[in-house]
């Protein structure tokens, strides 16, 4: 295939490449007002500054080499700060199952509060201080924090030069050689100004997988049949439109005695009475505290009180992601909590942003809109009322105007196809008992382990009308060949895009997995530039792989559990 050309001038900047005079656009009028072009040159490029994007520029910087990382946001950080969810974490978070790197970045978000916020002095000095006490995660925190923690860990990089961020840049295009990826096109969403990427190696760090269809790189949506996999909860027909929900996610705390209603949402009537058409049924309208428990499929009640209390023996949604307690802090420090609304309530399921991006994301903010207003006006109340006029939407916990999160909670992305796909098989406890005849406390043992991982199987409910899917796992291992493509030899997933299935996404989705898998590639770039050798090379010589692991367990990288 014949390189294409998509420069029309050009400017090497220092730090991840040497420097060469700008050649700029010449003439009068359009000419003179287009923006200039530019070319970065550096070792690894990330496509995408979340979870897996910063582990696997951090990991590749630390093993020598230069990074280039786009951001389509102005927050790097992903899943924990630009769609501002807490992270899902498993039980054996704070001893084990997820890499040193990690456990820095977790370290680091509590030292921020304990340098810079008046805690109370049985908060401080309580070593697994979880900020806002949310019932999700050990370690429930606002996403500005998080975000201030990893421009933190990237700060001396960035001044070193080893490191640029390319913030509010899209990749638009790419230069595919045969079975190489030669350069990315990125675009600012500012300017509009194009930027040309060129490395030996690419990492797709984007939240759905953008670069698989820009190269040519075989991939695979939606849901497989069970015929085609073999798996236990798979359906019986494969759907690559069967996606899981996204969600708008947004940040709100509750001020007694005070009115802060927000104009009526354009669409709340529509969402006000929307009953989702699932299989098996939901219980009802979706703004209601009636929904569908996972594991049973049974209608369940949720409680809701801002206030932190709890009405019955049903879940109070305040506390379930809740990021500031107040009771942590000085008395007076907060007039009240701030939670996060990542509910099931909010839930988008009319469509795949991979179809129709701006149209879909627009929609899930107008169904998240229509749910904080319905907690304002109508949600009912322990007291026989209804609504909470003294919600209030925080929108400095966001950083947005509309105070939602600047992107959508991702679920489920394209997902390269993989020299090895990871089946229900390898993670479902009840599928793996089926394959071994017995009862696991791990799932399969994979000979090309570079990571490790846990979450239940959860799968929200979907685009074609599937309810919940939700049942136990395995602790699991992230084999090497589920990152590698069955053909391109040098782009790499760092997010949810590896060889996953629609159900085993359902537990490689999570914050730590994301991470660690970044991390594992980052250094798998770095290793193969060292040893002059490609990725499906690594896993293939037996002795090489060896050498590998033990490089990147050298460097935090857990890949057996001990359990």
């Known amino acids: ?24 656009c010449q003439g009068t009028g359009a000419a003179r007002r287009k923006p200039y072009s530019y070319e970065l040159q550096a070792d690894l490029v990330v496509a995408g500054g979340g979870m897996g994007g910063c582990a696997a520029a951090l990991a590749a910087i630390r093993n020598g080499l230069t990074v280039v990382m786009t951001e389509e946001t ?35 978000i509590r030292d921020y509060y304990r340098n810079n916020y008046p805690l109370t002095d049985e908060a401080r000095g309580t070593e697994l201080l979880n900020p806002g006490n949310g019932a999700v995660s050990p370690l429930c925190s606002e996403p500005r924090v998080i975000l201030s923690a990893l421009q933190d860990m990237m700060a ?30 990125a675009t600012s969403l500012l300017t509009g100004r194009e930027i040309t990427l060129s490395a030996p190696w690419f990492a797709d760090a984007t939240e759905l997988g953008d670069l698989l269809p820009l190269t040519g790189t075989e991939f695979v949506t939606g849901a497989e049949s069970r015929q085609e996999t073999g798996e236990l909860h798979a359906h019986a027909t494969g759907d690559p439109d069967n996606h899981q929900a996204f969600t708008a996610c ?4 509750y001020r007694p005695g005070t009115e802060n209603y927000i104009d009526k949402p354009a669409e709340y009537d529509f969402w006000k009475d929307y009953v989702p058409e699932l299989t098996p049924p939901w219980p009802g309208r979706l703004l209601d505290l009636t929904y569908t428990h996972p594991p049973t499929l049974r209608p369940m009640e949720l409680g809701f009180h801002p206030e932190g209390i709890r009405t019955g023996n049903t879940l109070n949604l305040w506390v379930y992601r809740r990021i500031i307690h107040k009771a942590n802090f000085t008395p007076g420090a ?26 879909h994301f627009e929609r899930g903010k107008q169904l998240s809109l229509s749910l904080f207003y319905w907690l304002q006006t ?4 322990p007291d026989g009322g209804q609504g909470w006029p003294g ?20 679920r489920e992305s394209r997902r390269i196809k993989a020299e090895f796909t990871i089946l229900e098989e390898h993670v479902g406890a009840e599928n793996r008992e089926l394959v071994t005849g017995r009862q696991e406390t791990t799932g399969a043992d994979f000979f090309d382990s570079v990571g490790v991982g846990y979450y239940h199987i959860d799968l929200h409910p979907s685009t074609r009308g599937i309810n919940y899917v939700d049942f136990p796992s395995l602790p699991f291992q992230i084999p090497l060949g589920a990152m590698l493509p069955v053909r391109m030899e040098n782009l790499l997933p760092a997010n949810k895009n590896i060889g996953t299935t629609h159900i085993t996404n359902g537990c490689y989705r999570l914050h730590p997995v994301e991470w660690s898998i970044g991390e594992s590639v980052g250094m798998l770039a770095a290793w193969s530039k060292k040893k002059n050798t490609l990725p499906r090379a690594v896993r293939e010589n037996k002795g090489m792989l060896q050498d590998f692991q033990d490089f990147i367990r050298s460097q935090g990288i857990q890949t057996r559990w001990r359990l």
């Not at 220092?14 to 005079?21: D, K």
């Open 334 to 359: 907060y007039a009240g909590d701030i939670s996060v609304v990542n509910w099931p309530q909010n839930d988008y399921m009319l469509g795949n942003l991979t179809d129709d991006f701006d149209h």
């Open 378 to 381: 109508e949600v009912p109340r």
């Open 391 to 410: 919600l209030r939407l925080r929108r400095d916990i966001m950083g947005t105007e509309d105070g939602l999160a600047k992107y959508p909670y991702v």
């Open 74 to 108: 102005d927050w790097i950080g992903g899943q924990m700060t630009s769609q501002g969810v807490p992270p899902d974490e498993h039980r054996w978070i704070e001893e084990q199952g997820a890499t040193s790197l990690y456990r820095e970045l977790r370290n680091r």
């Open 250 to 253: 947004f940040a709100m705390d």
């Open 1 to 24: 295939m014949k390189r294409r050309k998509f420069l029309e001038s050009a400017l090497i900047l220092s730090g991840a490449a040497a420097s060469v005079p700008l050649v700029g």
């Open 156 to 185: 001396p990089h960035v001044s070193s030069g080893k490191l640029t961020i390319l913030t509010r840049h899209r990749i638009t295009a790419a230069d595919v050689t045969g079975d190489r990826v030669q350069a990315l096109k």
